[in-house]
């Protein structure tokens, strides 16, 4: 779905001191200064490309520097987003709102002349519209930043990319706090991960349910029916279901591989499997600290995926139970909830 990323020496443009001590100047709303900084970058630059960004950010300062004299409303639009989305009702806009109301503003769609750009990685995007908002750009797959086009983010990924990155996983958005509304869409209520849940009973069989058939999950798939085990497959690509969790329901275990690995990044996917009360077999970037992984079947990266399926076949054997133990370790959710809508409200603040 999405490509290998090659960011040359100097492409990552809102990443050089330069533009972060710019950017700086704007949190403390010195605008003057941070306008005349960037008239000078912007007068002196030879590069095309980074001639238009510093045109860019001076347009930016000027934009910042008229509204906040104006009012404590944030205007939101968003491009980019997959197919399906809402730009009145979705998740991201659901968590922009929390963290606003911690200062007291309020953050509405404005698709005529937003201050945020809120766009994503599905489709071509063209920036022309609303060349003075700020960017931000939201990421839930295993993709990393370009700051030669966004001022901040909001990804998986855990490193804070000097001051410009937010850790939002996808896990979180979907929880009932602020999942979109939509009728085919299952949130949940955060304190359901943090307490115990009746496993399935019945079949010793798992399932696959996904439409991005990977190496290692058909590796998965061979070695474990290899094993003896009945495994059955869902997924655009083979039996569509109509509900997920439902499906779940009729398994003990659940083949719950990540698309890819990388610390941090985990999405829908062992959550679902907890929710439809089947044990996970996990592959993926799940950090320790807030899932209760030592309690599941987790497979080692370092492995192979055949290790991974034959040391499954024994832990299950002494682990399982008819109990799920808690997916998330007490108080996890609300933690990295505040941490999330502190950094966004934090960044929110010094800029409108």
Known sequence: MFGRQWFGPGSQMALCEEALAFESLLRKREYNKAIEFAVAKTNTQLDPKKHKFWKR?????????????????????????????????????????????????????????????????????SFDKFPSATRFLYLGENVRPDYSETDYSMTFDM????????????????????????????SYDAKELEEPRT?????????????????????????????????????????????????????????????????????????????????????????????NLSEFFVCDPYQSIAYNMQHFSIWKRKYCTNTLPPLLKKGAFAKTKSSILLNIARILMELF
């Open 159 to 186: 490193s804070s990319y000097c001051g410009r990155n937010i850790y939002v996983p996808l896990w979180l958005l979907r929880s009932s706090k602020y999942s979109a509304k939509l009728a085919d869409y299952q």
């Open 199 to 291: 496993a399935n009973l019945g079949e010793d069989a798992v399932v696959y349910i996904g439409n991005n058939n990977t190496a290692n999950r058909i590796e998965a798939v061979s070695e474990l029916r290899r094993l003896g085990l009945v495994v059955d497959c869902f997924g655009s690509q083979s039996r569509p279901v109509l509900n997920k969790i439902d499906t779940l329901r009729d398994y003990q275990f659940n083949l719950c591989f990540e698309n890819s690995f990388s610390p941090g990044y985990v999405t829908e996917k062992i959550v679902d499997s907890f929710l439809g009360g089947s044990y996970p077999i996990y592959w993926g970037g799940a950090p320790h600290n807030v899932f």
């Open 57 to 125: 950010q001076l347009l930016r300062g000027k934009r910042l520097q008229e509204r906040c004299r104006l009012h404590s409303v944030i205007g939101v639009t968003f491009q980019g987003f997959w197919p399906g989305f809402r730009p009145d009702d979705n998740e991201i806009l659901n968590l922009l709102q929390h963290a606003a109301s911690i200062y007291g503003a309020e953050v509405y769609p404005n698709n005529s002349d937003p201050d945020l750009l809120i766009f994503s990685c599905f489709e071509q995007l």
